[in-house]
C-alpha cells in the first residue's frame, strides 16, 4: 500500500514570495490533514478535511494560508505572501474516517526555509 | 489553556535497558492519547492508542499507561535497541476529532 506522498520535499523562498504545497493521501482514505512542524515542536494542525468538506480550521492563517482538497482526494496548501516565522515542516496526514480513534499516516513533509 | 509536556532533554541509554518516557497534561480531558515515533526527516509514524477508561496497553517491546488522576502517560519500551533512537511524540485527542501534540522526547539507544 502506498503512504502519504508530498511534494516537494524542500522549498527555499524569500519573505512575501508565494508557495504550494501538494499532497496525496492513501488511497480511500477520507479525512486529509495538513500540520505545520516547527523544529523543536510537535505538528500543530492547520486544517482538516473530511472528503472535500472543512472539518476544522480554526489554527489556519487565514490572512495568508488557504487549501483546498478537490474531488475529495489531492489536497494543496498555499502561503501568500510568506514571512519568516513560516519556516518550518508542513506534514500532510491522512486517515480511513473521521472516528476519534482513527490512526493518522503521515507523509514525509515539505521542509520551507523563508528568508 | 491545554498544555502538553514532554522532557525536552533527551533520555540516553543503554542497549538493553527499559526506556521510560513521560507525558503530563494541564487543562484537559482526552478521551484517548496516542504515541507516535518520528526519525530525522520524516513524518510521525503511530505506535499505540490508549483511550481513557484504558489503564495498560502493550505491543510487543511496547507499553503504554494512562492515568486520568495524574493527568500522565508513561511509554515504556523494553529492551531498548539502537534502532529505537528517535524522537516520540504523544498525542491527545477528544470527541472533536483534533490530535494535540507534544514536542516530543529525543531517545537515543548506545550499543
Known amino acids: 500500500e502506498a503512504g502519504v506522498a508530498q511534494s516537494p520535499r524542500y522549498k527555499i523562498i524569500e519573505k512575501r514570495q508565494s508557495v504550494a504545497f501538494w499532497c496525496n493521501p492513501i488511497?480511500?482514505?477520507?479525512?486529509l490533514y495538513w500540520y505545520q512542524q516547527i523544529l523543536g515542536q510537535g505538528p500543530k494542525l492547520l486544517i482538516q478535511?473530511?472528503?472535500?468538506?472543512?472539518?476544522?480550521d480554526s489554527q489556519l492563517p487565514k490572512d495568508r494560508f488557504s487549501a483546498e482538497r478537490l474531488k475529495g482526494v489531492d489536497s494543496t496548501l498555499k502561503i501568500q505572501p510568506a514571512k519568516l516565522e513560516d519556516s518550518a515542516v508542513y506534514l500532510c496526514?491522512?486517515?480511513?474516517?473521521?472516528?476519534?480513534?482513527?490512526?493518522?499516516?503521515f507523509g514525509p513533509g515539505t521542509r520551507l526555509l523563508v528568508l | 489553556s491545554q498544555k502538553i509536556e514532554q522532557n525536552s532533554e533527551a533520555l540516553n541509554i543503554q542497549e538493553g535497558k527499559t526506556a521510560t518516557l513521560t507525558c503530563n497534561y494541564t487543562n484537559y480531558s482526552p478521551a484517548y492519547l496516542q504515541w507516535y515515533r518520528q526519525d530525522p526527516g520524516r513524518g510521525p509514524v503511530f505506535l499505540l492508542l490508549i483511550r481513557e477508561n484504558e489503564k495498560e496497553k502493550r505491543k510487543e517491546r511496547l507499553k503504554v499507561t494512562f492515568d486520568t488522576t495524574l493527568k500522565q502517560s508513561l511509554f515504556h519500551i523494553t529492551a531498548s535497541q539502537p534502532a529505537d533512537s528517535a524522537t516520540y511524540l504523544c498525542?491527545?485527542?477528544?470527541?472533536?476529532?483534533?490530535?494535540?501534540f507534544g514536542s516530543g522526547t529525543r531517545l537515543l539507544v548506545r550499543p
Open positions: 488511497s480511500g482514505h477520507a479525512t
Open positions: 498525542a491527545l485527542g477528544d470527541s472533536s476529532y483534533k490530535l494535540i
Open positions: 496526514a491522512s486517515s480511513a474516517g473521521l472516528a476519534v480513534q482513527e490512526t493518522q499516516y
Open positions: 478535511f473530511q472528503n472535500n468538506g472543512v472539518v476544522d
